[in-house]
């Protein structure tokens, strides 16, 4: 069995996905499988995968269901440690050498992410990443102001999400946001190697630049539901009924929901440093 399970998801991918898999390729550790999940590529996607004569690499072809399948390659995968990766992005040589070795140093680390440099194939942006910073205290907390983990730079413990039942649920465009939140609720730890392992591309057919409404609409569904999860895990009649007072102001456009959960992040960090005094 290969140690690692390196998932990637693809569609109509046919532009930059060898430039993808040849940075998997090359990289120095080499003890893993590259589980590509087709979702239903219409372009010359799967005819590029299958030039490839390397055993390592398995290629499952499904309907396009982009959640279904991501889960079904978190099935299939064979490696104890699951790594991202997208079909537009390249790997640093070293990357999975790295982040299995942090991983085995603290076998306590649930989700291992990294930075990246971000390019593009226009030239016009060169630009980093670099969120988080080794191992991300208040996880839950951490999570109501931003997400942190780049999805492609992730490895993960497979076992650990088996063992709570925990996989991709439906959150378009923030299913990520919504499974590390999940991994934090079941007591996982999120560490962020401050290295930058991964070359992130930006282009303008990218779901980053073509559902930007969505992502952000998705990503305020998703911090509200974790706001609500620590409001519960307080239990205070009081801070509910200020958050129904805020989401008054908001309704009527004299506050954002960024200013709420902003207003609610400052609250709780003032709130656990007066119960440590």
């Known amino acids: ?13 046919e532009k930059y996905i060898k430039e993808s898999i040849d940075s998997i390729l090359k990289q120095t550790f080499t003890d893993f499988e590259l589980l590509i999940m087709d979702d239903g590529s219409t372009d010359r996607t799967v005819e590029r995968i299958e030039r490839y004569t390397d055993e390592r690499i398995r290629l499952i072809r499904r309907k396009h269901n982009f959640i279904r399948n991501l889960n ?8 104890a440690y699951i790594a991202r990766m997208d ?8 990357r999975l050498r790295i982040q299995l070795k942090r991983m085995k140093k603290n076998p306590n680390i649930t989700v291992c992410g990294t930075w990246a440099k971000i390019f593009s194939d226009k030239g016009n942006e060169r630009n980093v990443f670099h969120f988080g910073h080794e191992i991300i205290c208040e996880p839950v907390l951490e999570l109501l102001k931003y997400n942190m983990l780049l999805h492609p730079s992730v490895m993960v413990k497979k076992e650990f999400l088996f063992n709570h039942h925990i996989k991709y649920q439906n959150y378009p465009y923030v299913e990520d946001y919504k499974l590390w939140f999940d991994i934090a609720k079941a007591g996982g730890i999120l560490f962020v190697e401050p290295q930058e392992l991964m070359m992130l591309r930006r282009s303008d057919t990218q779901v980053t630049v073509t559902k930007k ?20 895990i307080y239990d205070n009649k009081a801070l509910n009924s200020l958050l129904s007072d805020l989401e008054y102001l908001e309704k009527n456009k004299w506050m954002s929901y960024e200013d709420i959960f902003r207003f609610f992040v400052n609250l709780f960090n003032r709130m656990q440093s007066n119960s440590r005094i």
């Open 213 to 232: 409404e969505e992502m952000f609409l998705g990503s305020i569904r998703l911090r509200k539901e974790i706001l609500l999860y620590l409001l519960s």
């Open 87 to 94: 079909a537009d992005d390249i790997m640093h040589t070293e």
């Open 1 to 13: 069995m290969p140690e690692i399970t390196i998932l990637m998801p693809v569609r109509n991918g």
């Open 72 to 79: 079904e390659g978190l099935e299939l995968a064979l490696g």
